[in-house]
């Protein structure tokens, strides 16, 4: 199954043979924003073939129902249909059963408000750490999958920077770009980290940042700029926020404002 986009909504399906029951779940996650309702089904061959259609992020699953039960459901959709399973029964007898076969929680009938929002929310951090690794994993394979650089340059020289002139203590340094590990605003300057020393340029980030190849360096904030290969994981935050953490330990935050343009470049567009 390929992974949404950071920001997307979680694609939820609720599959359970009683109308008031479909009724009550659908209430209850359509007061939460980050839920897409994207269908309801009420036997177990409908379920089946709604996620042949299209996988989903999540799933609430009944286990009694007709034609085919829960379990018989996730076996005959195979792998994949849904990133998240959450079964809901009247049953306690098949609880074991619910998590060898991955659900992440079994919610028994009847529940309140407040137990029904703790497995949502535990439901969508699920969701959300499949998204992060499926991210992580697009990055690692786009850097993989890239071309070594021609050991002769072509004869159409970049329109983009290969190193900063940087003056300090009375001399000027020549800073390949390929070191820089990430770029912060400070007033009228830049800081231009490289691993583990700080350089300073006299120029708005918005200027260096149109110098510099947009594959290779992204804005993850409005003062942070940051090379894409010194990336190792990104580790979701609250409210569509992220931390960008690089590989020698240092936490950038990825504000959701410019999470677009990251889906955009992993996804290679």
Request: proline share 6%.
């Given at each position: 199954?390929?992974?949404?986009?950071?920001?997307?909504?979680?694609?939820?399906?609720?599959?359970?043979?009683?109308?008031?029951?479909?009724?009550?779940?659908?209430?209850?996650?359509?007061?939460?924003?980050?839920?897409?309702?994207?269908?309801?089904?009420?036997?177990?061959?409908?379920?089946?073939?709604?996620?042949?259609?299209?996988?989903?992020?999540?799933?609430?699953?009944?286990?009694?129902?007709?034609?085919?039960?829960?379990?018989?459901?996730?076996?005959?959709?195979?792998?994949?249909?849904?990133?998240?399973v959450v079964f809901v029964t009247a049953f306690d007898t098949h609880a074991l059963r619910a998590f060898d076969v991955g659900a992440i929680h079994y919610l028994l009938k009847p529940f309140d408000d407040a137990r029904f929002a703790s497995v949502l929310a535990r439901a969508k951090e699920h969701v959300r750490g499949l998204r992060v690794q499926g991210m992580a994993r697009r990055l690692?394979?786009?850097?993989?999958?890239?071309?070594?650089?021609?050991?002769?340059?072509?004869?159409?020289?970049?329109?983009?920077?290969?190193?900063?002139?940087?003056?300090?203590?009375?001399?000027?340094?020549?800073?390949?770009?390929?070191?820089?590990?990430?770029?912060?605003?400070?007033?009228?300057?830049?800081?231009?980290?490289?691993?583990?020393?700080?350089?300073?340029?006299?120029?708005?980030?918005?200027?260096?940042?149109?110098?510099?190849?947009?594959?290779?360096?992204?804005?993850?904030?409005?003062?942070?700029?940051?090379?894409?290969?010194?990336?190792?994981?990104?580790?979701?935050?609250?409210?569509?926020?992220?931390?960008?953490?690089?590989?020698?330990?240092?936490?950038?935050?990825?504000?959701?404002?410019?999470?677009?343009?990251?889906?955009?470049?992993?996804?290679?567009?």
């Amino acid at each position: 199954m390929s992974t949404p986009p950071l920001g997307e909504r979680i694609r939820t399906l609720v599959v359970d043979d009683e109308p008031l029951a479909r009724k009550s779940l659908r209430l209850l996650l359509s007061a939460d924003p980050d839920i897409d309702v994207v269908g309801e089904c009420a036997t177990g061959r409908k379920a089946v073939q709604a996620l042949q259609q299209g996988p989903v992020d999540l799933l609430f699953l009944d286990i009694q129902l007709p034609g085919l039960d829960g379990f018989e459901v996730l076996q005959a959709a195979g792998p994949g249909a849904a990133a998240a399973v959450v079964f809901v029964t009247a049953f306690d007898t098949h609880a074991l059963r619910a998590f060898d076969v991955g659900a992440i929680h079994y919610l028994l009938k009847p529940f309140d408000d407040a137990r029904f929002a703790s497995v949502l929310a535990r439901a969508k951090e699920h969701v959300r750490g499949l998204r992060v690794q499926g991210m992580a994993r697009r990055l690692g394979e786009l850097y993989a999958a890239a071309p070594p650089a021609p050991a002769t340059p072509p004869a159409a020289a970049s329109t983009y920077l290969e190193r900063l002139a940087v003056k300090e203590a009375g001399r000027v340094l020549l800073v390949p770009v390929e070191q820089i590990d990430w770029v912060e605003a400070e007033d009228y300057y830049v800081q231009v980290h490289v691993g583990g020393r700080v350089h300073l340029l006299r120029q708005s980030l918005r200027e260096l940042e149109a110098q510099l190849d947009p594959r290779r360096f992204l804005r993850i904030h409005r003062s942070t700029l940051v090379n894409l290969e010194r990336v190792r994981e990104l580790q979701p935050l609250f409210h569509g926020e992220f931390w960008v953490l690089l590989h020698d330990g240092r936490r950038l935050k990825l504000s959701r404002s410019y999470r677009e343009r990251l889906d955009q470049v992993l996804s290679g567009r």
